[in-house]
């Protein structure tokens, strides 16, 4: 007899999403012919830039011909794209080898498979609020235990709350734990971390030997300059950290595909030496994966061309105006809102200590502007609502409009 795995039944019911859409059909149907304004969704809006969609022709191309087609490529990427990649971390004073850079298709299937590398009995430490996938796939390797149902926490996983008392990046973990992940520019809440910040991490990790999972998606929406984009600007990062990037938000990647993960050589993974990690997570790869379209890799060596990263840059200014514009809206009117300076989501509180699901409904009731509902992304984001800035200029504007006017305050 077949039994399936019963650790995806301790999972929180694939519950957030559906539920908001749920809740905007609803809202519809009641109200037909009202323009719904998403800001809910961390979705890119705007058309690839002409070098990419240059790069992409290219290659297409390249496989009409028998001279120039390619089947299968190296599981661990296309060596043009790899030293492109490690041109970039030279830039940031980072070292990190080719060999050491492993493209994907994207940080979603990457931060959701790196676990299987590691032991199933690491405790794992998440950020509270956190992007689902890291606590999700950790439910499903067993390694969290069942939820309690009050908390709506599992009782393995160590919750690290980001809330506002702490600038919402977190304390230290209280006790021992194998991995540890964390992201910065952070989805959900837009802030993002400091040197300091990320060295206690960093210094922690290499003490108790455990490992880092630094999800760096977002670091081309850093606008200060002095602030870390990569996990390994960090000293002491490369013995204790796995860094996973994204061509999703920088470039407009979403449904192209392609992102990468970077396994130093030098990672220590408690008693297993240098090299071991890099080793298993080439075998990971080599056995469940048979590398990322040769396409969307042209595609990606045209984005971290210079034009290409030149018209990227305009990408993420595009998307980094429209969080002004939310931004400066929900300021001048009062409220509380966080994030939006080097990241493209706003982390708005609710105003009297609504609870996110109560706010929610009024957002969409008074302005029909659908939000994410902090609590969706862990207990600590109770109280609080994520605004996306992806979305054509015009909706952005509209969205911003109708919240000032109609949210009664
Ligand atoms: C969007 C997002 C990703 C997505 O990556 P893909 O490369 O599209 O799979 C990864 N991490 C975080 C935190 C994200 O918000």
Not at 344 to 371: A, C, N, Q
Request: some cysteine; proline content about 6%; aromatic content about 10%.
């Amino acid at each position: 007899m077949t039994t399936l795995n019963p650790h995806y039944d301790k999972l929180a019911a694939g519950y957030l999403f559906p539920e908001i859409a749920r809740r905007a059909r609803e809202f519809q149907s009641k109200n037909p012919g009202v323009e719904l304004l998403p800001l809910g969704i961390g979705n890119t809006t705007e058309p690839l830039t002409p070098a990419v969609i240059r790069g992409l022709h290219a290659g297409v191309e390249k496989l009409a011909r028998p001279e120039t087609y390619s089947g299968y490529g190296d599981y661990e990427g296309d060596i043009r794209l790899r030293e492109s990649i490690s041109a970039l971390y030279r830039e940031r004073g980072v070292d990190i080898g080719t060999d050491e850079i492993f493209v994907s298709d994207g940080a979603k299937p990457d931060s959701g498979n790196i676990q299987s590398i590691f032991g199933v009995n690491n405790v794992v430490a998440v950020q509270d609020p956190a992007y689902p996938v890291y606590v999700d796939t950790n439910v499903i390797a067993g390694r969290t235990g069942p939820m309690n149902p009050g908390t709506r926490k599992y009782r393995r996983m160590i919750y690290m709350p980001c809330v506002e008392s702490n600038g919402f990046f977190p304390d230290l973990p209280d006790r021992k734990a194998g991995l540890i992940y964390l992201c910065s520019p952070n989805n959900p809440t837009g802030t993002v971390a400091t040197h300091d910040q990320l060295s206690r991490f960093v210094r922690f990790a290499n003490e108790n030997r455990s490992v880092l999972i630094f999800d760096a998606a977002y670091s081309a929406f850093i606008r200060d300059p002095a602030l870390p984009r990569s996990i390994y600007e960090i000293q002491g990062a490369k013995s204790c950290a796995i860094e996973i990037h994204s061509f999703s938000k920088t470039a407009g990647f979403t449904g192209v595909r392609l992102g990468w993960c970077i396994v130093p050589k030098s990672l220590i993974a408690g008693d297993s030496g240098p090299g071991r990690a890099n080793t298993l997570w080439f075998r990971r790869q080599s056995t469940f994966f048979n590398g990322a379209s040769n396409i969307a890799q042209e595609g990606g060596i045209a984005a971290l061309s210079p034009q290409g990263r030149e018209e990227c840059r305009g990408l993420v200014d595009y998307y980094m105006e429209n969080a002004r514009i939310i931004r400066e809206t929900l300021s001048k009117m009062g409220l509380t809102v966080y994030g939006g300076m080097h990241a493209p989501y706003l982390w708005l509180k609710t105003p009297r200590k609504m609870k996110s699901w109560d706010f929610f409904d009024k957002l969409l009731g008074e302005t029909h502007v659908i939000g994410t509902p902090g609590l969706g992304f862990g207990p600590s984001g109770e109280g609080f609502i994520r605004l996306s800035a992806f979305g054509h200029r015009e909706d952005i504007r509209k969205a911003a409009l109708c919240i000032e006017k109609n949210l009664k305050l």
